[in-house]
């Protein structure tokens, strides 16, 4: 008789609830306010001006991140315990030990994994995105003014790729094509807003 061998198996899903905010908390905290520094520098203020720019941004991005994650995961919440209130009549009838759990985990895919947590998400992106946001400024603050834009813009670049590695091999994504495309859009946010900051900057 042959023997079955089982092993615990691991899926990369049961990150993606954490993963998501923090990546995404990150990404804007760096680009954003990167973004945002390098249009203030191009426009030719000082460099007390850029860094209170770049400060109001990493506040008011961390609120906004934490407001919108709260309020998309609290939604999420809303509806979960919604189906899980019409479910339980069916859990009740049914009368087999812990019912509810393994209703809502075959029939609406809601687990322990997957189950929303607004609280949690907005405390993650907002300290990601503040973690984030905090590298451009701290290249503001070692850099000589005339040299804030290309600084800022190539170490967010590279911090941009590193965070993007790190997310996709934690995800278990490709490396390659997650780092690409983050070197390409942030690169993009960044001389979109340096030539805004040039333009603005010469007319005034």
């Avoid at 300290?127 to 290249?139: C, D, Q, R």
């Amino acid at each position: 008789m042959a023997r079955v061998y089982f092993h615990p198996e691991h899926h990369l899903i049961d990150r993606i609830g954490w993963l998501r905010a923090a990546v995404l908390g990150a990404n804007d905290g760096i680009l954003s306010t990167a973004s945002l520094i390098v249009g203030v520098a191009a426009a030719a203020s000082t460099k007390s001006a850029v860094l209170v720019a770049g400060v109001a941004g990493l506040v008011a991005g961390a609120m906004s991140m934490a407001t919108g994650e709260y309020v998309s995961v609290s939604s999420q919440s809303d509806t979960e315990r919604a189906d899980l209130a019409r479910e339980r009549q069916v859990a009740q009838q049914l009368m087999a030990k812990d019912a509810l759990t393994a209703h809502a985990r075959d029939e609406l895919g809601i687990s322990e994994t997957t189950s929303a947590r607004p609280v949690q998400a907005a405390l993650t992106s907002a300290l990601t995105f503040s973690v984030g946001a905090a590298f451009p400024l701290l290249m503001v603050v070692v850099s000589p003014l005339n040299a804030i834009v290309p600084v800022v813009f190539v170490a967010s670049l590279g911090f941009l790729a590193l965070l993007g590695a790190i997310g996709a091999r934690a995800g278990g994504a490709n490396v390659l094509r997650a780092t690409g495309r983050v070197i390409f859009w942030g690169a993009l946010a960044m001389a979109l807003t340096t030539g805004i900051g040039k333009i603005f900057g010469t007319v005034v």
